[in-house]
T-cell receptor, first 116, second 114 residues
């Protein structure tokens, strides 16, 4: 059981380049999330999905697009990267469980992105 | 809309003394509240969760948190700090309206002094 897998783990881009971050989960979770983590700002929600074929904006969606064509995959795209998008990106999926006490987020190991 | 405010960006305690990390929340709906911990260069781990079953919630590694609706607070405590508790701690709120957006606070970095 791999859990939540993010690829790539590291990436360096030049301003204006594009890239896609892939998040894959093998736990059959409906809800998936993309966050960015910056020093002193915690994790900020970029976009999220409540199921296959759905996406919604989070707190900081500008400059990013997402797609959820398959239930197990949630893609985060940067069409034209900017230095302000230098960050650590985390993907997460929500485990609902039979009881409310079992609810928790499973996180990937993160992608460190630098935009020069 | 929901939000959380972590009142201290950094907290330093001596090993063996109590830990208090403060969190206030705002939510339009009955909230679910969590504390997550992130050790240096590690992933995020769930410490505990408030589900409305009990206002005092016990988590892993001796941590606990008390939900106080009148004060809109969910402070994290531990009676005796250990060196291994040094990490960044995040308070998280999620509404129960069905969108299940998880909103993180800005984090509190806990330093434990020998």
């Amino acid at each position: 059981n791999a859990g939540v897998t993010q690829t790539p783990k590291f990436r360096v881009l030049k301003t204006g380049q594009s890239m896609t971050l892939l998040c894959a989960q093998d736990m059959n979770h409906e809800y998936m999330y993309w966050y960015r983590q910056d020093p002193g700002m915690g994790l900020r929600l970029i976009h999220y999905s409540v199921g296959e074929g759905t996406t919604a904006k989070g707190e900081v969606p500008d400059g990013y697009n997402v797609s959820r064509l398959k239930k197990q995959n949630f893609l985060l795209g940067l069409e034209s990267a900017a230095p302000s998008q230098t960050s650590v990106y985390f993907c997460a999926s929500r485990h609902r469980g039979q009881f409310a006490t079992n609810e928790k987020l499973f996180f990937g190991s993160g992608t460190q992105l630098s935009v020069l | 809309a929901q939000s959380v405010t972590q009142l201290d960006s950094h907290v330093s305690v001596s090993e063996g003394t109590p830990v208090l990390l403060r969190c206030n929340y705002s939510s339009s709906y009955s909230p679910s509240l969590f504390w997550y911990v992130q050790h240096p260069n590690k992933g995020l781990q769930l410490l505990l969760k408030y589900t409305s079953a009990a206002t005092l919630v016990k988590g892993i590694n001796g941590f606990e948190a008390e939900f106080k609706k009148s004060e809109t607070s969910f402070h994290l405590t531990k009676p005796s700090a250990h060196m291994s508790d040094a990490a960044e701690y995040f308070c998280v709120v999620s509404d129960t309206s069905g969108t299940y957006k998880y909103i993180f606070g800005t984090g509190t970095r806990l330093k434990v002094l020998a």
